[in-house]
């Protein structure tokens, strides 16, 4: 111990005192302080682009959600608006048919009436001429009775004959 | 352009070096032709000689020694230059370079600057009183007639000191520098700053807190790499040992003691002198205690980096003088490959202690100021402190 204290010099410690404190304000200046803060900024750095790629993932994330979404969305419309087609393909297939079918009765029922009228005017044309003839035929049977009666009968049957209805 | 200019004065600097080394040999040739006749010319061969040398590597000198051969002549040579002795005596600042005292260590060699007459005894510098003119001992061979003047010469652990700065300013400035321009380094900067971050990840923000070991961050960074460094350069040939030495490591723990205390906030003193959560009677109990250890962890850290490096030196120096002690027993191959072997394991094992010793030194600054800095909201946080002192005397351990 003793030669320890012996060994201490002032002037080697005070030497390294003073070689200590300009080494630490120098370095401390002009190296710590930028090497200190270029590290700090670079590792803040880094953590920004970290979170910046975290958040951009979960953006990508959300627009994925989104699309998806969107999409389902775009997917339901197309269904209803099928649907619906379908509906109103059918509706007017269904409303053709049954507008066809009236037209149809109408023109049915009208093409009756018109038979049945035709077939009147027929039946009236042919009483008429059923009557004409028989004006006629009984004309001339009237005007034969009065000469024969046998040629009467068969004049009549010609008669009837000619008349061909 | 300033790499350019570095590299000028770097180059100019080693000419100006070698030049003066030459300068050196010429002065020391005829100086060693006189001591060439003295018992042993720092010759080491003997186990007492052994011993002197270490004890000598282990102290700061004065003057940078290489090595020493004999030449064809049979003189001495030693080769290394010398380094400005700057001493504050009774006639004021005096200057010269340590070559003027022709490598004497023992106190024979005077110098006369002016009034006052300077010799050199176990590497420190003595003001011989006036009247005098030879250094004389007491029985415990103290010299008597002198004082130990004020020295604040570039020794060899100063002159390392200052090229481990300018190693530093030179390292980190172009470090910092090259955060300028890209935002990761290249070449050796990519290997300093996984150094740097591990510092402030490892040591101070665990110990310290982010936000508050901002403002350490200089203290711990430089004093990090300043030992690191350091320790690293005592396992050079070179042989610096500028952590080996008290005064530095005093220095050292006491810019610590001073930070922790200056830093310290209203619950550190609170602890120290009214332990909250515990009796009144142990609270009385505690103040000496806690007191005590204010000094004690300052302490704890001079003694264990000092002990660490001189021990390591202790030991290297001990195991490359195996050649030469065990001589005998083994012949010269086999003493020279064992030492050659068992210094290789231990320069392994004291490279791993120059960057640990560095690390526990930076990591108990940092937990002692952190500890001063802690905010203590809950009454079981004061249970933390306690656990880290367990660490730490694990650590101690």
Redesign the interface.
Known sequence: MEE?IN???????????I??I???I???K???????S??D??EQ?IADALAAAEDAKLEMARLEASNEAAAQEARAQRDVMMKDAREIKEKMISDATIQAQEKADTIIANAQEAILAEKKAALADIKSQVANLSVEIAEKVTRQQLSEKDAQLALIDKMLAEANI | MFRAYLKTAFFALLLAASSGMQAQDDHLLDHDVHVTDAENDGRVNTKDEIDSYIEHHLKDVHDFHLFSFTNDANERIHVGFPLPVIVWTTEGLKTFMSSEFHHDDSGEVLVQKGDVTLAKYHSKIYEIDNGANVLSFDEELHPNNAYKVLDFSITKSVFGLLLIGLLMVFMFGTLAKQYKKRSIPKGFGRALEPLVLYVRDEMARPNIGVEKSKKFMPYLLTVFFMIWIANLLGLTPLGFNITGQISITVCLALFTFVIVQFNGNKDYWKHIFWMPDVPILMKIFLIPIELLGIFTKPFSLLVRLFANITAGHVIVMGLVALTITLKEQFGVVGSTGLSLFLTLFLMVIELLVAFLQAFIFTLLSSLFIGMAVAEHDHPEHTGTGEEDVDIVRERFV
């Not at chain 1, 060994?7 to 005192?17: E, I, K, N, V």
């Open positions: 320890l060994d201490f010099s002032p002037g080697l410690f005070a030497m390294q005192a070689v200590l300009i080494l630490i120098l370095l401390g002009f190296a710590w302080k930028p090497i200190l270029a590290l900024d670079r750095g």
